[in-house]
């Protein structure tokens, strides 16, 4: 079946680089997001990824897709107080579909 | 342009009293979504409406039932709340994005508490 896994927590200081991992199990995944959730809020769309690529910059964050692994990742640079939240990956399985399937989510505290 | 609004923002009900989530979009999407999120469990989807006038089951559909009203707005009725169904629930829309890619938004949240 699907699923979508994440570790729970992750603790990081102030300016070093976060990087936050997650597996899926649907091969046939089309695109992957990540998302990010302030406290009280809703989730936000950070980036996102084609199934079809292994590597998207944009700006302090860097995705990486192992497909054959199926396993995706999240590289902040530079991480900032402003960037402690829960981070989500999710995938949508094919662009017929209209459902997603999200990972537990990584609470992500940076400390001063 | 509000995006995706959801009402109300916080709602304490009895075991056994109804009560129904407002959703809105003024983006004008053709797919809408319930989710609750429980920690430790991420997003779970509840029901799904691709476009107006369809409705789906997602994941965990049990105790509720959808109404997409039209293409703005799609509300969650719980019939006969239960302390299980203590969450706070997402309301989502779908966009497609530059790309293809299926870009969704999120309303703030409800907070329910079935006391």
């Known amino acids: 079946g699907e699923d979508v896994e994440q570790s729970l927590f992750l603790s990081v200081r102030e300016g070093d680089s976060s990087v936050i991992n997650c597996t899926y199990t649907d091969s046939s995944s089309t695109y992957l997001y990540w998302y990010k959730q302030e406290p009280g809020a809703g989730l936000q769309l950070l980036t996102y990824i084609f199934s079809n690529m292994d590597m998207k910059q944009d700006q302090r964050l860097t995705v990486l897709l192992n497909k054959k692994d199926k396993h995706l990742s999240l590289r902040i640079a530079d991480t900032q107080t402003g960037d402690s939240a829960i981070y989500f990956c999710?995938?949508?399985?094919?662009?017929?579909?209209?459902?997603?399937?999200f990972g537990t989510g990584t609470r992500l505290k940076v400390l001063a | 342009n509000a995006g995706v609004t959801q009402t109300p923002k916080f709602q304490v009900l009895k075991t056994g009293q109804s009560m129904t989530l407002q959703c809105a979009q003024d983006?004008?999407?053709?797919?809408m979504y319930w989710y609750r999120q429980d920690p430790g469990m991420g997003l779970r989807l509840i029901y799904y409406s691709a476009s107006e006038g369809t409705t789906d089951k997602g994941e965990v559909p049990n105790g509720y039932n959808v109404s997409r009203l039209n293409k703005r707005e799609f509300s969650l009725r719980l019939e006969s709340a239960a302390p299980s169904q203590t969450s706070v629930y997402f309301c989502?829309?779908?966009?497609?994005?530059?790309?293809?890619?299926?870009?969704?938004?999120f309303g703030p949240g409800t907070r329910l508490t079935v006391t």
């Open positions: 983006m004008n999407h053709n797919s």
């Open positions: 989502a829309s779908r966009d497609v994005g530059l790309a293809g890619a299926y870009e969704q938004y």
């Open positions: 999710a995938e949508s399985i094919s662009s017929g579909t209209y459902k997603y399937i």
